[in-house]
Antibody
C-alpha cells in the first residue's frame, strides 16, 4: 500500500535550520512529483513547494523561496526539505503529498505530518 | 499568483441536506481544480480532481462542477461523517494555492 512518512520535525530557535524527510513506499517513487504542504495551528492549508519526479524542476511558495530547498533521492525513495533561516511563522504541521499521475493533478496520498515549532 | 476564494467560510446543516460550497479563482484555471476534505488531526483527503472527477473510494454524494474561474463542491445528502473542513486547490500553475477552507458542521 502507498505510504508517505514524514520525519525530522521538532522545536527550533528562530534563525536556525531543520531538515525534514519524507520516506515513500508502495509505489514507484521515481515516477511522481511530490509536494510539501503545511498547516499552521488552527489555520488552513498552505502549499509550500514541489519537486518533479526526477528532481529537475522545483517550485516554491514566495513565503519560503530562498530559505527552503527541496531535494530527492530516488534510490532511497526519500524526499527532503532543507529549511534555513526559520521564522516563527514557519511553525506548522508539514505534510508531504504525492501528486497523482495522468489526468489527475490532485494530491492523492499524504503523510501523517510532522510538527515544526519555531520558538525561542 | 492565482488566488482562490471559498464561500462560505463555515456552514451548519442537517443530516440529509444538500450542501454547496463555492470556490473562485482570480484567473482562469481551466478545470484544474481539486477538492479535499480534512478532519481534525488528520491529513487532507482528495475528494474531487479536475473539477468533477470523483476520486476512487469517495462516496457518490460528493460531486464537483465548474470551469474557468467558478467551481462548486456539492454534497447531495449530508451525513454525520461529512463534518469536516473542505478546501479547494488549483493545480493549473505553481504555486498550487488552496482556498481558505469551509468548515461544515452538522446541526
Amino acid at each position: 500500500q502507498v505510504q508517505l512518512v514524514e520525519s525530522g520535525g521538532g522545536v527550533v530557535q528562530p534563525g536556525r535550520s531543520l531538515r525534514l524527510s519524507c520516506a515513500a513506499s508502495g509505489f514507484t517513487f521515481s515516477s511522481y512529483s511530490v509536494h510539501w504542504v503545511r498547516q499552521a495551528p488552527g489555520k488552513g492549508l498552505e502549499w509550500v513547494a514541489v519537486i518533479s519526479f526526477d528532481g529537475g524542476e522545483k517550485y516554491y511558495a514566495d513565503s519560503v523561496k530562498g530559505r527552503f530547498t527541496l531535494s530527492r533521492d530516488n534510490s532511497k525513495n526519500t524526499l527532503y526539505v532543507q529549511m534555513n533561516s526559520l521564522r516563527p511563522e514557519d511553525t506548522a504541521v508539514y505534510y508531504c503529498a504525492r501528486q497523482c499521475a495522468g489526468d489527475c493533478s490532485g494530491f492523492d496520498y499524504w503523510g501523517q505530518g510532522t510538527l515544526v515549532t519555531v520558538s525561542s | 499568483d492565482i488566488q482562490m476564494t471559498q464561500s462560505p467560510s463555515s456552514l451548519s446543516a442537517s443530516v440529509g441536506d444538500r450542501v454547496t460550497i463555492t470556490c473562485r479563482a482570480s484567473q482562469s484555471i481551466d478545470r484544474y481544480l481539486n477538492w479535499y476534505q480534512q478532519k481534525p488531526g488528520k491529513a487532507p483527503k482528495l475528494l474531487i480532481y479536475v473539477a468533477s472527477s470523483l476520486q476512487s473510494g469517495v462516496p457518490s454524494r460528493f460531486s464537483g462542477g465548474g470551469s474557468g474561474t467558478a467551481f462548486t463542491l456539492t454534497i447531495s445528502s449530508l451525513q454525520p461523517e461529512d463534518s469536516a473542513a473542505y478546501y479547494c486547490q488549483q493545480s493549473y500553475n505553481p504555486p498550487y494555492t488552496f482556498g481558505q477552507g469551509t468548515k461544515v458542521e452538522i446541526k
